[in-house]
């Protein structure tokens, strides 16, 4: 590992503190875009450029601004609680299981890993051969998963149907009418 | 919509500002789209990134000047296009004799332009479903009146 990764990561860590530490929530929002920022810088660094991008641009952009938009609806101050024991705890001990349960797996780009020795392989060698593009991201989602990367688009499209349904009620031209 | 960013609205900087980058990240954003076999990115990375040059317009000039850009009937008709051209590539190569989403069906001549042509076609449908469903969702969040 190069200083720099380190680096993002210890900006990580504080940011992730003052987030959960603040009470200020219109501040707490614009932290967790500076997350998902720094999230993204380290992704970039591990050569996950795809990731980087969407990271980028949706947890630094769009769920920012939502965030925003849904504080402009309630207050911007978090009521002030005391201090409880047992949800520290827990969350305490579930994160101490992740990092041991992290210590079990492969070193960061290990060739001889499990997942990099099933389909990866072929993935790499036909997407050369077979689709001619450079991009081995691209003929995954778009080929060799297409009929999973169809399932996501209609996830998100059921994502926008049920905000719609939800929250945009007596919108379009009836809405128009009423103002 | 009164998010405190919408005060934004009367500062010149912000305004001059992003009404230079605004042309930038919608040409990028078209770019990561159309350039997404080659460098990396795709629908998804493009259609948020889009969407991201009109959100900036609506929090500096306003919801309602952004509503007149993209009004909701094109962000509705867009999700829904998006999402069915994905499914009509798969239906038009079982018609063409391949498998459902088997792409080198598609040009008759030479498999691999087929191949390019699915590929760029779903790219383009899951870039137009997840641009107008990131735009609906904050046309849902910020049009909300504060209760």
């Known amino acids: 590992m190069i200083p720099i990764e380190f680096l993002l990561l210890a900006f990580l860590v504080v940011t992730a503190v003052v987030i959960a530490r603040l009470d200020y929530l219109f501040a707490a929002a614009m932290l967790t875009g500076i997350f998902s920022l720094l999230s993204a810088g380290l992704f970039t660094l591990m050569d996950a450029v795809d990731v980087a991008f969407t990271e ?21 101050e978090e009521r002030e609680r005391p201090l ?26 290990d060739p001889t890993a499990t997942i990099h020795q099933y389909l990866a392989p072929d993935y790499i060698a036909g997407t050369e051969a077979e689709f001619g593009i450079p991009n081995i991201v691209t003929a995954i989602l778009g080929s060799y998963r297409a009929f999973d990367t169809l399932g996501e688009t209609a996830v998100i499209f059921t994502a926008a149907l049920g905000v719609m349904a939800l929250l945009a009620s007596g919108r379009g031209r009836k809405g128009e009418e009423e103002k | 919509m ?36 080659y460098g990396p990115g795709g629908g998804f990375q493009a259609g948020v990134i889009f969407t991201s040059g009109f959100v900036l317009y609506g929090l500096v000039f306003g919801l ?41 069906v598609l ?37 909300r009146r504060t209760a």
Not at chain 1, 56 to 76: D, E
Not at chain 2, 4 to 19: A, F, I, T
Not at chain 2, 107 to 135: C, K, N, Q, R, W
């Open chain 2, 107 to 143: 040009d008759a001549h030479d498999p691999m332009h087929g191949l390019h042509l699915g590929i760029l076609l779903i790219e383009l449908g899951v870039g137009l479903t997840v641009s107008a469903s990131m735009l609906a969702i904050f046309y849902a969040f910020a049009g």
């Open chain 1, 56 to 76: 980028a641009a949706v947890g630094a952009g769009v769920s920012t601004v939502l965030m925003l938009g849904t504080l402009s609806l309630t207050v911007r």
């Open chain 1, 84 to 109: 409880r024991i047992l949800p520290f705890v827990i969350v305490f001990l579930t994160g101490g299981a992740l990092f041991l349960g992290t210590l079990e797996m492969p070193a960061y780009g």
């Open chain 2, 64 to 104: 309602e000047n952004l509503q007149r850009v993209v009004p909701w009937t094109v962000v509705e008709w867009g999700a829904s296009l998006g999402l069915l051209l994905y499914g009509c590539v798969g239906i038009a190569s079982l018609f063409l004799n391949g498998n459902f989403l088997d792409y080198k």
């Open chain 2, 2 to 37: 009164k998010i405190p960013l919408m005060r934004m609205r009367e500062k010149l900087v912000v305004r001059v500002v992003s009404r230079f980058f605004i042309p930038f990240i919608l040409l990028f954003g078209l770019y990561v789209q159309f350039h997404g076999d």
